[in-house]
């Protein structure tokens, strides 16, 4: 059974440019929700997918957009990017039954980390 | 407005004794709370949690207590091992709640000396 894994490990951008970010979620779990950690900070919920759509979001703008692939996995996509976007971005994947409640506690991957100059 | 908080940013313990770390929330909404540990460079891993309707919940060396009327949980460890360094985090959500957001205090550096 592998688990959470994300790519890249370290990004560099530049402000205005846009990134994505991708993360495989665990075996058997069908849902993956992403996370912001600044440094010094926890972890800020940025949006979660279940089946394919967004299950819920955070207090973060139109600009963070996501995706929930067949096979589960997911990207985070970041446009215009801001200097304030420097964070460790987490990923984590749990599983959720028929009921919609969950059942399994969340996985993480190690993060990327992203790096706005 | 942090709705989880932990007060310690660092705690320094001696190898055998005993760690506690502290979490407080505000949201009277919460009813179950998590910690999670993370080493550098790994993503944060699930140690224990509790439910609203316990007050006290062990794993091994863990021990997670919660006081809703003070809105306060700590979490207790017993013998402390230098491997138990990492920094600790205090998650809570409501479960009704169906995307399940974690909503996290900014975490405790725990260092346990030798």
């Known amino acids: 059974e592998t688990g959470v894994t994300q790519s890249p490990t370290h990004l560099i951008k530049t402000r205005g440019q846009q990134v994505t970010l991708r993360c495989s979620s665990q075996s058997g779990h069908n849902t993956v929700s992403w996370y912001q950690q600044a440094l010094g900070q926890g972890p800020q919920f940025i949006f979660q997918?279940?089946?394919?759509?967004?299950?819920g979001r955070g207090n973060f703008p139109p600009r963070f957009s996501g995706l929930q692939f067949p096979n589960y996995s997911s990207e985070l996509n970041v446009n215009a990017l801001e200097l304030d976007d420097s964070a460790l971005y987490l990923c984590?994947?749990?599983?959720?039954?028929?009921?919609?409640?969950?059942?399994?506690?969340?996985?993480f991957g190690p993060g990327t980390r992203l790096t706005v100059l | 407005d942090q709705q989880v908080k932990q007060n310690s940013p660092s705690l320094s313990v001696q190898e055998g004794r005993i760690s506690i770390l502290n979490c407080d929330y505000t949201?009277?909404?919460?009813?179950?709370f998590l910690w999670y540990k993370k080493y550098p460079a790994e993503g944060p891993t699930f140690l224990i949690s509790i439910s609203s309707i316990k007050d006290k919940n062990e794993d091994g060396r863990f021990t997670v207590f919660l006081n809703k009327s003070a809105k306060h949980l700590s979490l207790h460890i017993v013998p402390s091992q230098p491997g138990d360094s990492a920094v600790y985090f205090c998650?809570?959500?409501?479960?009704?709640?169906?995307?399940?957001?974690?909503?996290w205090g900014a975490g405790t550096k725990l260092i346990i000396k030798p």
């Open positions: 998650a809570a959500t409501p479960r009704w709640d169906s995307n399940y957001q974690l909503i």
């Open positions: 997918y279940y089946r394919e759509e967004e299950n």
């Open positions: 984590a994947s749990s599983g959720k039954g028929f009921s919609g409640v969950f059942t399994d506690t969340q996985y």
């Open positions: 949201n009277s909404m919460f009813d179950y």
